[in-house]
């Protein structure tokens, strides 16, 4: 055996060796990534097959107990609106918290340092899921209302137009942004979670018992009341309705957004 056989081991590459200019990984990927990760876990698959499932639970309700002369596509969408209202926040919730609840946040800022790209993906992820959730369900609504209509020997009525349906998946997108908002500000998926079901809950009826017993917060409540703002996608808004809702979104919802960001970037990951 020779000398040779015995020298030391070529030395790993140094950093001043390695290719920077190499590109990184495509957003649209990291996308692809999210979204696969919402589905390949059982919780996850069972959360997004409930949305269908009580999107037809809900359908059901309403041909089996509306009355013939009040069944309209409208009254469906508000059924479905219930629990999509509900899960596809949680949804948005769990795919921004997953890092730290799951503590898989070393690995995936060791992949991608960039934490920035990755909670974008994210937060993409989560407004293609639910965009295509509320097209699913709003479909289903409309089979339900053809379906209901001939069931109870009644015209169907179709009193949702082009512009009131894209209201209503735009005031869910903005329920889901908030639960994002929650998630990347709490970072912990529990404590996210009630944080969104008392924003849901708690928030709006206080501000509504002041508005009742207190007149001067009556006229303000739209200024500073997310939840009051985004209703009125439900109506038609107006000009001052859509400044309403800038305005209380700056609040609720732009301006915490932002420091839960930056405080994403800065956390320690363990």
Do not use: C
């Amino acid at each position: 055996m020779s000398v040779q056989d015995f020298s030391a081991p070529t030395a790993a590459p140094s950093l001043a060796t390695i290719d920077k200019s190499a590109p990184g990984i495509p957003l649209s990927r990291l996308v692809q990534v999210e979204v696969r990760k919402m589905f390949n876990t059982k919780s996850g698959f069972w959360l997004m097959a409930s949305i269908g499932i009580l999107a037809l639970v809900a359908t059901i309700g309403v041909i089996a107990f509306m009355n013939g002369e009040d069944l309209e596509y409208s009254v469906f969408g508000s059924a479905i609106a219930v629990p999509m209202g509900i899960l596809l926040p949680v949804i948005a919730i769990l795919s921004v918290t997953g890092e730290w609840s799951q503590r898989t946040g070393l690995i995936t800022f060791t992949l991608v340092p960039n934490r920035g790209k990755v909670i974008l993906s994210k937060g993409v992820a989560a407004v293609l899921v639910g965009v295509v959730s509320m097209v699913l369900v709003l479909v289903l609504g409309a089979l339900g209302n053809i379906l209901g209509s001939a069931i109870k020997g009644v015209p169907a009525v179709w009193d949702v137009s082009v512009n009131q349906f894209l209201l209503i998946i735009l005031a869910n997108v903005l329920g889901m942004l908030v639960g994002f908002m929650l998630g990347a500000l709490i970072r912990n998926s529990a404590g996210a979670i009630v944080g969104y079901f008392v924003y849901f809950f708690v928030v709006p009826t206080v501000f509504g018992v002041l508005a009742a017993t207190q007149g001067w917060f009556e006229s303000l409540q739209p200024w500073v009341d997310f939840n009051y703002s985004m209703s009125t996608l439900y109506n038609s808004p107006v000009a001052h309705d859509w400044a309403t809702l800038a305005v209380s979104g700056l609040i609720w919802l732009v301006a915490p957004m932002t420091f839960g960001l930056i405080q994403i970037t800065k956390a320690e990951v363990k």
